[in-house]
């Protein structure tokens, strides 16, 4: 008897077969129906797969009482939607990010999460990538932390289409990963956002996040560097900084670094050990997460809560972009 529980894939575009192989990697859970908009996508995704069903149209895999959860992988304006025809029909949901289209949304399904009882994670990959795992446990070795940054440095050839519409634009759709890992680095809500830039894929600017006690966490990106063709060889270069020392990390394509220095203990380190397959090797940890929170209740390292504030940060940071004000952030 094969005990594993089934998941829907609602989306059969390109982040699919990545869920679909990490799914698997965890021995307990399964994928039962793949669904896309075009049937020939679905039935060429589902046979390619070797999963048992496919489908146009999202209800006829949520009526299938053998399904336990739902990944939402349509695009970002369906996930409110999708998620809570999910919860509707009694399923656990694994969210695509961002969480959802507008903060609104956002607090509408963490509610109907609460109301309903229903379990609901939230993909925010970077929270699994190694040398963040790495940056992550080395800011908590810093004491007070006063500043974290991260930027972004690619030549970009985003899709245009539902990724760019208002009123996130392509910020929402590339960088709500970003927002999410400053908060999670600095350990701390923010309460305002100011930025200047260009909300376009070969743009580029600069968001500024200030914690209540002036901690800052900072978010730049340029998308118009020659040789750096996203998605593989991105640079990411990251830096924390706290009363006792600092923690830096790179990433130039395949090559990435992690050193640090901590006052009285030990450094300047340079740590190449942790590297290995960064990227990649982020899925099967973030579903083994999934799936642990599926099967107890233990919360994954990105909950719907932390996925519904990256979208209530970037949206702010698009607004100052917008305005030129600085934006309150609401945190409750
Ligand atoms: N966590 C990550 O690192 C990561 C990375 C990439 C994407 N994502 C997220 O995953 C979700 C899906 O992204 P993707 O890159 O897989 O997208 P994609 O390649 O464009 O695929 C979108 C899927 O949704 C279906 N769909 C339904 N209604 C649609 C509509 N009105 N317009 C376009 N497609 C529609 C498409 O149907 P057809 O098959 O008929 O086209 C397709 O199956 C997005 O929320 C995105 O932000 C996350």
Known sequence: VDEKRLVAILGAGRICARHIKAIRSTGVLDVSWVVSRTPERAAAVAAEHGVAHHATDPAEA????????????YPTQDHARLTMAAFAAGKDVVCEKPLAWTAEEARAVLAMANARGR?????????YWAPCVRLKELSLRLGALRRV??????????????????????????HVHDADLLRW?????????YAHGCNRADGGGLLHFLAADGAAASFDWDGAMAGRSYPHHVEHHA???????????????????????????DGPLTDHALIADAVAGSW???????A?????????????????????????????????????????
């Open 292 to 332: 642990r929170y599926l099967a107890t209740g233990e919360q994954p390292s990105a909950t719907a809560a932390d996925g519904a504030i990256a979208v209530e940060m970037i949206l702010g940071a698009v607004r100052a972009l917008e305005s030129g004000a600085i934006v309150p952030l609401v945190s409750d």
């Open 239 to 265: 830096e924390v900084l706290g009363a006792l020392g600092w923690a830096r990390l790179t990433i130039t394509g395949e090559d990435v670094s992690v050193e640090h220095f901590i006052d009285g203990m």
């Open 62 to 73: 949520l009526a299938d009482p053998d399904v336990d959860a739902v990944v939402v992988a």
């Open 185 to 193: 680095l600095l350990g701390r809500d923010p309460v305002s956002v």
């Open 284 to 290: 099967p940890l973030m579903w083994a997460a999934f």
């Open 149 to 174: 940054s991260w930027n972004y440095r690619a030549e970009q050839h985003w899709p245009e289409g539902w990724r760019t519409q208002p009123p996130g634009g392509y910020l929402l759709d590339a």
């Open 119 to 127: 379990r609901l994670a939230v993909c925010h990959i970077r929270r």
